[in-house]
């Protein structure tokens, strides 16, 4: 079983930066692929960035050059650094780790981009 715990959500005012957490814990494998999705208010769950064991990296298209995916090197703690934020920002961030087959996913924390 994996268990997460995301942190850092809040509320910001639109150009400000936010820097997600996400504690990871139980079986991690080698292969495991970490990531950062988000479900804006009346919408579905979408990417916002994923990084592989390798280091390599996706961002969506619509965060790609404001955001940065990182994590430590025994793949316990994940960060997503947001920088310029956007009224479209807002959402629920949720950590996510995909190992094989199945999906983990934290209980997700509110990014609330305001003025």
């Known amino acids: 079983q994996v268990h997460l715990v995301e942190s850092g959500g809040g509320l910001v005012q639109p150009g400000g930066s936010l820097r997600l957490s996400c504690a990871v814990s139980?079986?991690?494998?080698?292969?495991?692929?970490l990531g950062w999705y988000r479900q804006p208010p009346g919408k579905i769950r979408e990417l916002v960035a994923t990084?592989?064991?390798?280091?390599?990296?996706i961002y969506a298209e619509s965060v790609k050059g404001r955001s940065t995916i990182s994590r430590d090197s025994a793949q316990r703690l994940l960060y997503l650094q947001m920088n310029t934020l956007k009224l479209e920002d807002t959402a629920v961030y949720y950590c996510?780790?995909?190992?094989?087959?199945?999906?983990?996913w934290g209980q997700g924390t509110q990014v609330t981009v305001s003025s």
């Open positions: 996510n780790v995909r190992r094989g087959s199945a999906d983990f």
């Open positions: 139980g079986n991690i494998y080698s292969s495991t692929i």
């Open positions: 990084i592989r064991p390798d280091g390599r990296t």
